[in-house]
């Protein structure tokens, strides 16, 4: 059955409209979950010199969802508050400028990453030459292709804006699956394959992602019956001269994100530093705490993408209503999710560490993350799915500084605490105690933001 290629999220049951549109979302991150997993698995089995070095080199490549964050945030946003106010040729523009910044800033990222490899890698101050080394060839391989994963992120944001998350979850579960098939057999050779080791982990995450935007692309061409329902980004002409004023529009609301994301994944490679001088074992926890936590963040991630889209086009339709319905149905779901996981993470510390660390001196650490962050899973949730929500209302700025601000906060505490007995478990307790205080704040801030523009209205 062929999906609609547009959907009118301004109408219907807000439960309904928001599920439908949330659910492959929140699919799509399950699956790349499962893969995070999966794929953390299967490195752990080269040791905690390889995990420590992959997670290093994997830091620049979050850090390079900043420039993609900002062509996606863009463009998503000033599309699906055009498709709410009926402008739907201002609408392909916008889309048509969120695809040529994003063009640019993967070409330039790639080449930076291939060029200062070394000294992007020697930041982290690791002593294990086997870690180092992993760090440099899963860098450059990554980063060097990450123009797929940026297209990947842009279209995505770009289909939703116009309420059609499922071609984009298809699109994902195929690279999904391929990344999950393609791991063991390039990471430990098969047949005449060599073992590549890092290598593999690397060249499977890209292929898979080059899978990911072919199929994406393909759908823009269309079959003959897809192209009955029409959709928007079949519209683009990116060889057309694109004015200047969509340009600004997508940089100032996608700029505040791109710094949010960026100082935020800066930040964290300070804190990775600090925990390298706790050894290649507290370095490699963190990267695999990380992905486990991927369980809670992920599905909060892909219900902000819903949301984002929800809030656009029923802010740009002026039915502000519905916007504070969304969320609260939001708020509800995202904090019932991130207590399960804290309960999983806290009786299940043991048995989770077990599956990725094989060391018995990197245990203990391990699950000593697991019981800490796991307490600030709900607050994390809503955090997240509150960014959606206000960046849909088109103030991105003010939800940058809230989370730089407060994610700042983490260096001091992270180095007063971890300098004390609790030695780098004063490290996780930063990080718990943040993501409590942003959860908060960012609640608060959303229903202030609702005041303020209701206020507009009976002005107006």
């Not at 620049?60 to 106010?85: D, E, F, H, K, P």
């Not at 999904?176 to 050779?189: E, Q």
């Not at 369980?295 to 909060?300: D, E, H, P, R």
């Not at 959860?439 to 209205?457: A, N, S, T």
Request: charged share 15%; net charge positive.
């Amino acid at each position: 059955m062929e999906e609609k290629q547009r959907k009118n999220l301004t109408e219907g049951g807000i439960l309904r409209v928001l599920t439908g549109l949330a659910l492959p979302i929140m699919a799509s991150s399950f699956l790349a979950t499962a893969y995070n997993i999966t794929d953390m698995a299967w490195i752990g089995r080269l040791g905690s010199q390889a995990v420590a070095g992959i997670g290093a080199g994997g830091m620049y490549v979050w850090l390079s969802q900043g420039l993609s964050a900002l062509a996606r945030m863009g463009g998503q946003v000033n599309m699906g508050q055009c498709i709410g106010r009926g402008e739907e040729e201002k609408a392909v523009h916008y889309a048509e400028a969120a695809m040529k910044l994003v063009f640019l800033f993967g070409i330039l990222f790639g080449a930076v990453c291939v060029i200062f490899t070394a000294p992007l890698i020697a930041f982290f101050g690791m002593q294990d030459a086997g870690a180092v080394a992993c760090g440099q060839v899963y860098l450059k391989i990554s980063c060097g292709l990450i123009l797929f994963s940026f297209l990947n992120h842009t279209l995505t944001g770009l289909f939703t804006a116009q309420g059609n998350s499922v071609t984009p979850f298809r699109a994902n579960l195929i690279g999904l699956v391929l990344n999950m098939l393609l791991d063991p057999i390039l990471i430990f050779g098969l047949g005449p394959l060599p073992r590549l080791e890092a290598a593999g982990a690397a060249v499977a995450t890209v292929a898979a992602q080059a899978a990911v935007t072919t199929v994406l692309v393909l759908e823009l061409r269309g079959t003959k019956k897809q192209r009955q329902n029409r959709n928007l980004l079949r519209e683009m002409h990116l060889l057309r001269k694109t004015e200047a004023v969509y340009y600004r529009e997508v940089l100032r609301i996608g700029i505040p994100t791109a710094i949010q994301s960026s100082l935020y994944c800066m930040i964290s490679m300070v804190l990775t530093r600090m925990v390298a001088g706790f050894g290649s074992g507290a370095v490699a926890t963190q990267r695999v705490g990380g992905q486990i936590e991927s369980i809670s963040w992920n599905m909060a991630e892909g219900f902000a993408s819903a949301m984002n889209a929800f809030v656009a086009q029923n802010y740009g339709a002026g039915k502000m209503d519905r916007v504070k319905k969304g969320y609260r149905l939001s708020f509800v779901t995202v904090s019932l999710w991130g207590m399960i996981v804290t309960v999983i993470f806290l009786v299940f510390a043991g048995p989770l560490s077990g599956l990725f660390f094989h060391e018995a001196e990197v245990l203990p650490i391990s699950e000593g993350y697991f019981r800490i962050v796991g307490l600030c899973e709900a607050f994390m949730c809503v955090e997240l799915m509150s960014i959606g929500a206000i960046s849909g209302l088109g103030n991105t700025k003010s939800c940058s500084v809230i989370s730089v601000v407060l994610t700042g906060l983490r260096i001091p505490l992270a180095l007063l605490l971890g300098n004390t007995a609790l030695g780098v478990k004063g490290i996780w307790w930063a990080l718990t105690v943040t993501s409590i205080m942003k959860g908060i704040v960012l609640y608060l801030f959303f229903w202030k933001q609702c005041r303020k523009y209701e206020g507009k209205e009976r002005l107006a």
